[in-house]
């Protein structure tokens, strides 16, 4: 166990839903990175948060949206949900953002758009 | 960019045994990080394995080691004495600014 959550575990939506995924960071751990994970592929970084500001950002659009408390809990948001955002939905919590600091993978969120 | 390959998708091991794991990647950057990680059914990523670009000796952590190998963009991993719970994927890693991942390889260790 890496002491970080994700929920909820599971999710059914509808195309051209939204949505809103939760993530709760390792205690003390003030950086937070979302990755998609689609059926038999790798991850793919969608964002980081550090200190509640975006730090960086991959190759997704902007209806995908996130935020970052000052408890470090963090939230993904996908708008007008799309068949393809089917995907396993990765947190990942470190400290400091900086590339020596390991990140620690919450189990994701299995999201399904029908 | 970067990018990561990992060309075997499927792999078996005899309890017991040595396998290894390829990775290659591409990057015109000299400062990097490389990791290997485990995702079991559980589907929580683990980290198995770092390796520091700069640091020319290859990183051991217990049953796991890598072969770095810089100028070839090379960084597999090997486990020895295999165990039933090394089952699961393992994906490659590389770190520069964001971490990209390779494709996975589907590791099944056989009793």
């Known amino acids: 166990e890496t002491g970080v959550t994700q929920s909820p575990t599971h999710l059914i939506k509808t195309r051209g839903q939204q949505v809103t995924l939760r993530c709760s960071s390792q205690?003390?751990?003030?950086?937070v990175s979302w990755y998609q994970q689609a059926l038999g592929q790798g991850p793919q970084f969608i964002f980081q948060?550090?200190?509640?500001?975006?730090?960086g950002r991959g190759n997704f659009p902007p209806r995908f949206s996130g935020l970052q408390f000052p408890n470090y809990s963090s939230e993904l948001n996908v708008n007008a949900l799309e068949l393809d955002d089917s995907a396993l939905y990765l947190c990942?919590?470190?400290?400091?953002?900086?590339?020596?600091?390991?990140?620690?993978f919450g189990p994701g969120t299995r999201l399904t758009v029908l | 960019a970067q990018t990561v390959t990992q060309s075997q998708p499927e792999m078996s091991v005899q309890e017991a045994e040595t396998v290894t794991l390829s990775c290659t990647y591409d990057?015109?950057?000299?400062?990097?990080?490389l990791f290997w990680y485990k995702q079991p059914p559980s589907r929580q990523m683990i980290l198995v394995i770092r390796q520091e670009a700069y640091k020319q000796q290859n990183a051991t952590e217990n049953r796991f080691s890598v072969n770095f190998q810089k100028a070839a963009k090379s960084f597999s991993l090997k486990i020895s004495d295999s165990q039933l719970g090394d089952t699961a994927m393992y994906f490659c890693a590389f770190m520069n600014w964001d971490m990209r991942f390779g494709a996975g390889t589907r590791l099944t260790v056989k009793p």
């Open positions: 205690s003390g751990h003030n950086t």
């Open positions: 948060y550090y200190r509640e500001e975006e730090n």
């Open positions: 990942a919590s470190s400290f400091d953002g900086t590339r020596v600091n390991e990140q620690f």
């Open positions: 990057t015109s950057e000299n400062n990097y990080y």
